[in-house]
Structure formats: structure tokens, C-alpha cells
């Protein structure tokens, strides 16, 4: 029989806590032909950029871009920033030019299929045209990609997936092992 005592840890009062996103980076991707060529204002690059800097992040200012390879681009661009998250609004329906996750996806190191689900999910509590949405999400080495859909509404439905799961989805990507 062993002498040595088993240390248990005073239980600790404090709420626990991770997730905290302070001082990340994180950029933001329009995807839309017009409002690149100042047809229309983009409107979701705000409530993404308003979304970020309340939960902590310093935003990149949005990138408005033409649908298509410009998209890419423009994602590629960010990425050699390093930043903890990049997201993407518009480009993800079944228009010709609609090809915002055929450009995501070749830059994923990883597929974390359970947010889009979540994502399409939460949509299709609104609206059945949140089904048609190809986005896909996941990870580029640190950094957390995701594809929104082009509406405001779509983008807030997404953005509501991620409150819960954003501050320790990054604390994941950087290696942390918090549960």
C-alpha cells in the first residue's frame, strides 16, 4: 500500500473561464461583384466588423472584392497577416459566380463541418433557402475561416452560431486544450 497521499485541489470559486479573444486579428471578406464596383453599399461587412471588435478582436477593415478568384485572393492576402479568424460574407449560393467556397476550400488545412451544419440549421429556422448555402469552415494552420451567406439575416444567423464557440475555437487552433 502506498504512503503517499492523493493532493486534491481546493475547489475553485472563481467561474471558469477561456476563450478570451483580446488583441487577436481578424479580417473580414465581401463577396459581391456590385458593391465591389459601388453599385450598392456592402451591408454585412458592419455587422461582422461590430460582431469582432465586441467580442475583443481587432478587425482588419472589410475587404470588398468581386465574387469569384478576387475572393481567394483576397483571403490568401489576410492569411499572411496571421490572423485569428477570417470571415467571409456573400458568394456561397448556386449563381455562376457564386464560388466563394470553391476558393475557401483549397486553403482549409482542416473541415470543421459541425459549425456549417450548425450554421445551415440555425437558417433553416427562418428561411428553407438557408439549405442551398455551400460555405464550408474551418482551419487555414491558426486561423479559423468561415463562409456567411450574403444577407444581413444570414450573417446574423451565423454570427449567433459563433458567439458561444469563437473565443475557444481560437484558443484550440493555438494549441490550447481547454475543455
Not at 471578406?29 to 478582436?57: K, N, Q
Not at 475557401?104 to 459541425?114: A, F, M, Q, S, Y
Not at 474551418?138 to 475561416?145: D, L, P, W
Request: some cysteine; glycine content about 14%; aromatic content about 4%.
Amino acid at each position: 500500500m502506498s504512503t503517499e497521499s492523493t493532493y486534491l485541489p481546493e475547489p475553485n470559486t472563481e467561474p471558469h473561464t477561456h476563450g478570451e479573444v483580446q488583441g487577436r486579428k481578424a479580417g473580414v471578406v465581401i463577396a459581391s461583384t456590385r458593391a465591389a464596383a459601388g453599385i450598392y453599399e456592402d451591408e454585412t461587412g458592419p455587422v461582422i466588423i461590430d460582431w469582432l471588435t465586441e467580442h475583443g478582436f481587432e478587425a482588419y477593415p472589410a475587404m470588398v472584392v468581386p465574387d469569384g478568384e478576387p475572393v481567394g485572393a483576397a483571403i490568401r492576402a489576410l492569411l499572411t497577416q496571421h490572423p485569428a479568424v477570417v470571415i467571409t460574407s456573400g458568394g456561397t449560393g448556386l449563381s455562376p459566380d457564386d464560388r466563394t467556397p470553391d476558393v475557401t476550400l483549397p486553403l482549409l488545412d482542416r473541415e470543421i463541418p459541425g459549425i456549417m451544419e450548425a450554421i445551415r440549421r440555425e437558417g433553416a429556422a427562418k428561411t428553407p433557402l438557408a439549405a442551398l448555402s455551400r460555405g464550408h469552415a474551418g482551419a487555414h494552420g491558426g486561423t479559423f475561416i468561415v463562409n456567411l451567406p450574403g444577407s444581413p439575416k444570414g450573417v446574423m444567423d451565423g454570427l449567433s452560431v459563433l458567439d458561444p464557440l469563437i473565443g475557444h475555437l481560437c484558443d484550440q487552433l493555438e494549441g490550447g486544450h481547454g475543455h
